[in-house]
């Protein structure tokens, strides 16, 4: 069974930076993007955060890339 591992909170522009870092090296990855989803639903969402999950047998292979933008955007 593959199962997911939340790696990164927060805004959908950030998340979508980090997902498309991922990509870059073939790490797929799963958006949870909640105001959105209550949007589309017809109802609103408390907070603007969204989440990143990947694959928890790419977490190795991510970790990297993971602390590289972490530091970048805390600059």
Same mark, same amino acid.
């Given at each position: 069974?593959? #199962?997911? $591992?939340k790696i990164y909170t927060g805004t959908s522009i950030l998340i979508n930076r980090l997902a498309f870092l991922l990509n870059e090296i073939s790490i797929p990855s799963v958006i949870r993007d909640h105001p959105e989803s209550g949007r589309l639903?017809? !109802? &609103?969402? @408390? &907070?603007?955060?969204? #989440?990143? !999950? $990947? @694959?928890?047998?790419?977490i190795e292979k991510a970790s990297g890339i993971i602390k590289k933008f972490k530091k970048e955007i805390s600059k």
């Open positions: 069974m593959r #199962e997911h $591992i639903a017809g !109802f &609103g969402t @408390l &907070g603007y955060s969204s #989440e990143l !999950f $990947i @694959l928890n047998s790419d």
